[in-house]
T-cell receptor
């Protein structure tokens, strides 16, 4: 069974204090790993897709990386507007549905 | 704005009742997915339709059913509602059978 865990559960940063969020996964053949951002009461917003170990994607202050067992979402010099819950999901070879992790709740203080 | 629309935005109903949630996918997307998100749980996959046919089932209760119509919009029907069904219900769509999914704004269901 495909499984996804995320750490930490919650993270508080000062504005400008860079950090990383972790997504660890167990899957029977990875077809894709997906990062989403979710604001309270809103639908998840797609950020990145990663397909193979060593791949990296960047968007503004966010950079996602992938290894064979985990993915990291690096946040460089975060701003208060980066405060949200960050979700990762995997799609395995034997499933057509995403398995989502529980998310990391990020708060960036001014 | 993801291009996925959901109605209604909010729904308040009583236990035992039946409701229908509606979703229109992004233009060109053939797959529609339904998810449930409760306060104490993450996103739980319910069901997927692709071009009108059911393709995958997750943790969907027998009291819940869904369908996708020829114009590709989808409806999720929830019946014999219980207090525990109170949650955010999201619809997502993708171009093909798999790949990145784009989520709608959700319907907040409150069962009293």
């Amino acid at each position: 069974e495909d499984q996804v865990t995320q750490s930490p559960e919650a993270l508080r940063l000062q504005e400008g204090e860079s950090s990383s969020l972790n997504c660890s996964y167990t899957v029977s053949g990875l077809r894709g790993l997906f990062w989403y951002r979710q604001d309270p009461g809103k639908g998840p917003e797609f950020l990145f897709t990663l397909y193979s170990a060593g791949e990296e994607k960047e968007k503004e202050r966010l950079k996602a990386t992938l290894t064979k067992k985990e993915s990291f979402l690096h946040i460089t010099a975060p701003k208060p507007e980066d405060s949200a819950t960050y979700l990762c999901a995997v799609l395995g070879n034997y499933g057509q549905n995403f398995v989502f992790g529980p998310g990391t709740r990020l708060s960036v203080l001014p | 704005d993801s291009g996925v629309t959901q109605t209604p935005k909010h729904l308040i109903t009583a236990t035992g009742q039946r409701v229908t949630l509606r979703c229109s996918p992004r233009s060109g997307d053939l797959s529609v997915y339904w998810y449930q998100q409760s306060l104490d749980q993450g996103l739980q996959f319910l069901i997927q339709y692709y071009n009108g046919e059911e393709r995958a089932k997750g943790n969907i209760l027998e009291r819940f059913s869904a369908q996708q119509f020829p114009d590709l919009h989808s409806e999720l029907n929830l019946s014999s509602l219980e207090l525990g069904d109170s949650a955010l219900y999201f619809c997502a769509s993708s171009r093909g059978l798999a790949g990145e999914q784009y989520f709608g704004p959700g319907t907040r269901l409150t069962v009293t």
